[in-house]
Nanobody
């Protein structure tokens, strides 16, 4: 199983960015996908998650209304669309896949497979 993130970079406050997570070895349709992030000097934190089969979409309060998860089944790739970015959104963003139960959808232990991370810097 391999998850490869891309799309990170430098963006100004208020801007938008879309992160991609290309999966091999699993099919997103049968797994939940999540995004976590880790800012310098801080612990990794939950950002968003979505279970494609059976429903369920979760977002951290700090990103609710600004970020959204989607996928392209044809190329087995998930996305995190980020808008109205703030300097506090600066972090390395990680894609994860797993089969969490509802109570673990927003926790790291709910996900077995992880990408290597892509950095996002929000700065003017």
């Amino acid at each position: 199983v391999q998850l490869v993130e891309s799309g990170g970079g430098l963006v100004q406050p208020g801007g938008s960015l879309r992160l991609s997570c290309a999966a091999s070895g699993i099919t997103f349709g049968t797994y939940a996908m999540a995004w976590f992030r880790q800012a310098p000097g801080k612990d990794r934190e939950f950002v968003a998650a979505r279970r494609w089969s059976g429903g369920g979409e979760y977002y951290a309060d700090s990103v609710k209304g600004r970020f959204s998860i989607s996928r392209d089944t044809a190329i087995n790739t998930g996305y995190l669309q980020m808008s109205s970015l703030k300097t506090d959104d600066t972090a390395v963003y990680y894609c994860a896949a797993g089969k969490p139960i509802t109570s673990t959808m927003a926790t790291m232990r709910g996900y077995r497979h992880w990408g290597q991370g892509t950095p996002v810097t929000v700065s003017s």
